[in-house]
T-cell receptor, first 113, second 113 residues
Framework: EPEVTQTPSHQVTQMGQEVILRCVPI?????FYWYRQILGQKVEFLVS????????KSEIFDDQFSVERPDGSNFTLKIRSTKLEDSAMYFC???????????FGQGTRLTVV | GENVEQHPSTLSVQEGDSAVIKCTYS??????FPWYKQELGKRPQLIID?????GEKKDQRIAVTLNKTAKHFSLHITETQPEDSAVYFC????????????FGRGTSLIVHP
């Protein structure tokens, strides 16, 4: 069964450093998303991406965040200058179309120290 | 934007009992309601979903009901088993643009053997 894959599984970074989280969505999917989940809390929407541009973003997705689809397979989330409160599990997801199941990757646990 | 409330936050049942998790949503335009199960340290996975043109859907021991007038939907698990123990998230989304499920806060279901 096709899966969304994310790398790395765990990233530790110093406050103020830039991090790039990588995702490979399912190949025939057209919609891509980033969510984050702070430990013990709910899954929060960050950003959605369709047709090579951001289609929606939440208040969390400020100027420190950016997304890119550098080639036909990867979808990345960059945090320019990490803060302690960016520590969370970051999930990438993709879906084939609207109103269809979003498949989640296994997540990247980001720890900012 | 959409706001999804989910109750209870924790649900403890004996094996074989039924479990019910309830969610309400705020945006009357929402028309797709997936439920995700997240086992500890793993990705959220879709277990069942319902669209606004039906009031109930069942898949073996799991059923969902939707009341569009009241803007609430529920997950029912019958004959619970220890492996049902997980965090369950409801979500709501609508078509028109990208698919962006807004998640509830999650319910930690504990099934005691």
């Amino acid at each position: 069964e096709p899966e969304v894959t994310q790398t790395p599984s765990h990233q530790v970074t110093q406050m103020g450093q830039e991090v790039i989280l990588r995702c490979v969505p399912i190949s025939n999917h057209l919609y891509f998303y980033w969510y984050r989940q702070i430990l013990g809390q709910k899954v929060e929407f960050l950003v959605s991406f369709y047709n090579n541009e951001i289609s929606e973003k939440s208040e969390i997705f400020d100027d420190q965040f950016s997304v890119e689809r550098p080639d036909g397979s990867n979808f990345t989330l960059k945090i320019r200058s990490t803060k302690l409160e960016d520590s969370a599990m970051y999930f990438c997801a993709s879906s084939e179309a609207t109103r269809t199941e979003a498949f989640f990757g296994q997540g990247t646990r980001l720890t900012v120290v | 934007g959409e706001n999804v409330e989910q109750h209870p936050s924790t649900l403890s049942v004996q094996e074989g009992d039924s479990a019910v998790i309830k969610c309400t949503y705020s945006d009357s335009a929402s028309n797709y309601f997936p439920w995700y199960k997240q086992e500890l340290g793993k990705r959220p996975q879709l277990i069942i979903d319902i669209r606004s043109n039906v009031g109930e859907k069942k898949d073996q021991r799991i059923a969902v009901t939707l009341n569009k007038t009241a803007k609430h939907f529920s997950l029912h698990i019958t004959e619970t088993q220890p492996e049902d123990s997980a965090v369950y998230f409801c979500a709501a989304s609508k078509s028109g643009g990208s698919y962006i499920p807004t998640f509830g806060r999650g319910t930690s279901l504990i099934v005691h053997p």
